[in-house]
């Protein structure tokens, strides 16, 4: 089955402590990206990879790295989160940027 | 600066009530505008794609066009389980990849 994976589904963290959010998917897809979604904000894009090793930034990248050293995998790293990114994230991949995106299922951060 | 607008924020509907939502937009090129559904607590599926203006797609009740400034999202004769909300993306010509979300119309259709 065609699918996006994330893990956690559900954090609960402190301010401070790095984290790590896994994302994978199962279709050779080229693109890969990483949203926040917040009430009243709607959905952001904090990283894209256009393939492995090519990586840049969206439009709230503040406060988090990517790295992209296998096609199927993209992990999200926050170095020393804090409160201000409790939110709810998105994985998604697709062939290309233009491209139809398959979205994960969410991780839910709580950053106390 | 790409810039997607869509409204009403919230729709209220009558099983069988057909109604339209907007997405108004503002990029510099427009290689795709992408319309999705969300669920509560569940990651956004794919729609459509249109990538000229003029264009239409059409699946089920749904029908999204598409002209140079706004995408309409028709739907026809809706029934319960169309309640979700509905979010339009673009991605511009701007020289990056960076798809730029509305912040969505929520739809509850009653019946």
């Known amino acids: 089955e065609a699918q996006v994976t994330q893990n956690p589904r559900y954090l609960i963290t402190v301010t401070g402590k790095k984290l790590t959010v896994t994302c994978s998917q199962n279709?050779?897809?080229?693109?890969m990206s990483w949203y926040r979604q917040d009430p009243g904000l709607g959905l952001r894009q904090i990283y894209y990879s256009m393939n492995v090793e090519v990586t840049d930034k969206g439009d709230v990248p503040e406060g988090y790295k990517v790295s992209r050293k296998e096609k199927r995998n993209f992990p999200l790293i926050l170095e020393s989160p804090s409160p201000n990114q409790t939110s709810l994230y998105f994985c998604?991949?697709?062939?290309?940027?233009?491209?139809?995106?398959?979205f994960g299922p969410g991780t839910r951060l709580t950053v106390l | 600066e790409d810039q997607v607008t869509q409204s009403p924020e919230a729709l209220r509907l009558q099983e069988g009530e057909s109604s339209s939502l907007n997405c108004s937009y503002t990029v510099s090129g427009l290689r795709g505008l992408f319309w999705y559904r969300q669920d509560p607590g569940k990651g956004p599926e794919f729609l459509f794609t249109l990538y000229s203006a003029g264009e239409e797609k059409e699946k089920e009740r749904l029908k999204a066009t598409l002209t140079k400034k706004e995408s309409f999202l028709h739907i026809t004769a809706p029934k319960p389980e169309d309640s979700a909300t509905y979010l339009c993306a673009v991605l511009g010509n701007s020289g990056y990849s960076t798809l730029t979300f509305g912040k969505g119309t929520m739809l509850l259709v009653s019946p």
């Open positions: 279709m050779n897809h080229e693109y």
């Open positions: 998604a991949s697709s062939l290309t940027a233009g491209s139809e995106q398959f």
